[in-house]
């Protein structure tokens, strides 16, 4: 199939022509970063606003690139939630509009099962069932153990903030400009990370739980700190990068003991983080499990993984384009 895939969930207004879950034919985005960071964080109306203007150019965008036509697309893929309201509703009603008037399935994903399959576009590598995903975002983190594409099980999950949310806000306190995760992960290149020795979360065993609000607090405090004056931003960002990626792999591990799975999956944005990708890899090496990382663009949102999710999930998302809504809470 040749799907149209649309997502506008946060800020990011994005769409992308995929055919066969798996051969992207294009992939746009158009970044709104500028718009946001003078503010240091996402502003929903400033966000929808952003996707009213950009939708339709970056529809045709899609199109042009990948030299097909909406008379040639087999159907329209669009993230019906979770996200922001005001910023899902506008890709939701293109979504709706252009099946309506096109006459042609509507499949509305959960932006999540994007990033579950984010990791096999534009490769030969067939998902390799029952895998295991590290899903790690803004909004989420957590542990999916993946059946089949129908059937996907959330086995872990944070009690407090997202992994990239606790990126975004320490580096805030860091005078990073936004977003905070790739600059954090910059000023952590040249980093010692052993310099500080903030907290790991560790519940007790066989319990799979994340949690990042101590370690984010423990930044706080420690930034704010005499100490902080004798330890560079360098060194604080390293040890901050290093006490995630070690909770997040420790979590991996222990879902590698309590069961066999035929490949662990990284995804979502923080997917992005090199330092996290090569743990993982690691991860994989060292208990004989093959490991997947997305390609960087279809780490952070894209298109591309809703219009693949939609296909890989057969007729389970297909809606009827008069009576779809978007909803920001979508269960997973
Ligand atoms: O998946 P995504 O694009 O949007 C959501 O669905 O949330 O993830 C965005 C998150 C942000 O918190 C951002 O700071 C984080 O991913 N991120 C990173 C990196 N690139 C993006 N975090 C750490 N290192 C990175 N290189
Ligand atoms: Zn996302």
Redesign the pocket.
């Known amino acids: 199939m040749l799907l149209l895939g649309i997502e506008t969930?946060?800020d990011d207004t994005a769409t992308a022509v995929v055919r066969d879950a798996r051969d992207v034919l294009s992939n746009v985005s158009t970044n709104q970063d500028e718009f946001h960071a003078k503010y240091g964080g996402i502003v929903p109306e400033i966000a929808s606003r952003r996707h009213v203007s950009l939708l339709s150019a970056a529809i045709d965008d899609a199109l042009v690139r990948a030299h097909t036509s909406l008379d040639a697309i087999d159907g329209i893929a669009v993230t019906a939630g979770p996200g922001l309201i005001g910023s899902l509703v506008v890709g939701v009603a293109t979504a709706k509009a252009l099946a309506f008037a096109l006459g042609k399935p509507l499949y509305a994903v959960n932006?999540?099962h994007g990033?579950v399959f984010a990791a096999f576009l534009d490769t030969a590598v067939e998902p390799p069932y029952p895998f295991l995903t590290l899903l790690v975002?803004?909004?989420h983190s957590q542990l999916v153990a993946v059946e089949s594409a129908t059937e996907m099980l959330v086995i872990a999950k944070t009690r407090d903030d997202a992994a990239g949310e606790a990126f975004d806000k320490t580096a805030r306190l860091l005078g990073l400009s936004f977003p905070g995760g790739p600059a954090l992960e910059a000023l952590a290149r040249d980093g010692d990370l052993a310099a500080v020795e903030f907290p790991r979360y560790r519940p007790e065993a066989g319990t799979l739980d994340l949690s990042f609000s101590g370690l984010k607090t423990s930044a706080r405090y420690f930034l704010a700190s005499d100490a902080a004056r004798d330890v560079s931003p360098a060194d604080v960002a390293a040890s901050f990068q290093a006490a995630i990626v070690d909770q997040l792999i420790d979590r991996v591990e222990r879902a590698l003991d309590m069961r066999r799975y035929h490949a662990i999956v990284l995804s979502?944005?923080v997917a992005a983080n090199m330092t996290l990708a090569a743990a993982f890899r690691r991860a994989g090496a060292e208990n004989g499990v093959p490991a997947f990382v997305p390609e960087r663009r279809f780490c952070?949102?894209n298109a591309a993984m809703i219009a693949a999710a939609a296909e890989r999930r057969g007729n389970l998302d297909l809606r009827d384009p008069l009576t779809l809504t978007a909803d920001p809470n979508l269960p997973f």
């Open positions: 969930s946060c932006h999540l990033h975002s803004g909004g979502g944005g952070t949102d």
